[in-house]
T-cell receptor, first 111, second 118 residues
Framework: LAKTTQPISMDSYEGQEVNITCSHN???????ITWYQQFPSQGPRFIIQ???TKVTNEVASLFIPADRKSSTLSLPRVSLSDTAVYYC????????????FGKGTMLLVSP | EPEVTQTPSHQVTQMGQEVILRCVPI?????FYWYRQILGQKVEFLVS????????KSEIFDDQFSVERPDGSNFTLKIRSTKLEDSAMYFC????????????????FGQGTRLTVV
């Protein structure tokens, strides 16, 4: 399993764009990069997934450089409700693959 | 939106007692999981289940743990003899329609059962 490294915590203010970078130097050819969000006392929630280049959905964007050794989750114009832990996961896009969570990045959004 | 439901939301039990945590995964999903999260720590994988059998388990999932899918809808985690260190939030998750739908890495998690062993 590819190991991931993320900042332990980040601070931001409402209305700002937040970029959380994840390193995954040992990513395998068949691995996808997936981000989850977790609020206190709730289960993780899928945000976005990508393989290469850029992926965008209604919640976030995911930027993946050509070497795929890192990825950046971009949250546009965060609000207080975006305060949560964000996890970067690397795994094959298969139902058999185990989702392994690291410690994640605690994002605190202040007024 | 479909969701994974877990019961009970909170369970308090005495050390040494057996507990059964229940989950109803999303109906057309094929892969089922249990995770746990000790307070302030990361989400830890316990076990995955597919085609009515365990497909993978972690070191945490020892002989005290078992899983079952007794009917077409429920998925249970049993802890035979609870220990104080089993106190944690337990999350059930499901994913995969097997029909090329959402990414297979999009797992849907329940709200969790907070287990307190006293």
């Amino acid at each position: 399993l590819a190991k991931t490294t993320q900042p332990i915590s980040m601070d931001s203010y409402e209305g700002q764009e937040v970029n959380i970078t994840c390193s995954h130097n040992n990513i395998a050819t068949n691995d996808y990069i997936t981000w989850y969000q977790q609020f206190p006392s709730q289960g993780p929630r899928f945000i976005i997934q990508g393989y290469k280049t850029k992926v965008t959905n209604e919640v976030a964007s995911l930027f993946i450089p050509a070497d795929r050794k890192s990825s950046t989750l971009s949250l546009p114009r965060v609000s207080l409700s975006d305060t949560a832990v964000y996890y970067c996961l690397v795994a094959p896009n298969s139902g058999y693959s185990t989702l392994t969570f690291g410690k994640g990045t605690m994002l605190l959004v202040s007024p | 939106e479909p969701e994974v439901t877990q019961t009970p939301s909170h369970q308090v039990t005495q050390m040494g007692q057996e507990v059964i945590l229940r989950c109803v995964p999303i109906s057309n999903h094929l892969y089922f999981y249990w995770y746990r999260q000790i307070l302030g720590q990361k989400v830890e994988f316990l076990v995955s289940f597919y085609n009515n059998e365990i497909s993978e388990k972690s070191e945490i999932f020892d002989d005290q743990f078992s899983v079952e899918r007794p009917d077409g809808s429920n998925f249970t985690l049993k802890i035979r003899s609870t220990k104080l260190e089993d106190s944690a939030m337990y999350f059930c998750a499901s994913r995969g329609t097997g029909t090329g739908g959402p990414p297979y890495t999009e797992a849907f998690f329940g709200q969790g059962t907070r287990l307190t062993v006293v």
